[in-house]
């Protein structure tokens, strides 16, 4: 078994970007999976869409999108990449008050969209707090994680 390295180091411990000059274009995708948990009365006035702030979903929707297309800001070692696709979908849970959301993002680049997609998930779901807070502070967001890539050497991962 090959020994796995931080690619953010140099051989002296020092942070770096990675350097993927050399790499080639490839068809990539990543997709990245979280939930938000709240109590029965704010998820009851979320999902009527009854927030004092808006429609709730729709706002998280374009906030992870914006949060994906500017990750390269975000995430210090980052590489800013052409994005050409990002989707928020979102599955409400009425049996335990809850929102699942997946974040899928697309490029054809040199490196791969998998901080794009756990950042859109990310700021999605923080939105979500945002927006609903008044109605409950114990919000609980859970379970950001990486689901699925695709493209480069690696080829497809996936994290059932």
Known sequence: MAETTLTHLDERGQVKMVDVSSKSNTDRVAIAHG??????????????????????????????????????????????????FVGIEFLPNDADSSIDIVATCKTSF?????????????????????MCKAADKAIVIEQVRLKFKSGGKSGEWHNN
């Open 35 to 84: 939930t938000v948990r709240m109590g029965k009365q704010a998820y009851k006035l979320l999902t009527a869409s009854e927030n004092a702030k808006g429609e709730v979903l729709n706002t998280a929707r374009v906030a992870g999108v914006m949060a994906a297309k500017r990750c390269a800001e975000l995430i210090p070692l980052c590489h800013s990449l052409p994005l050409s």
């Open 110 to 130: 040199v490196t791969g969209v998998e901080m794009e997609a756990m950042t859109a998930c990310s700021v999605a779901a923080l939105t979500i707090y945002d």
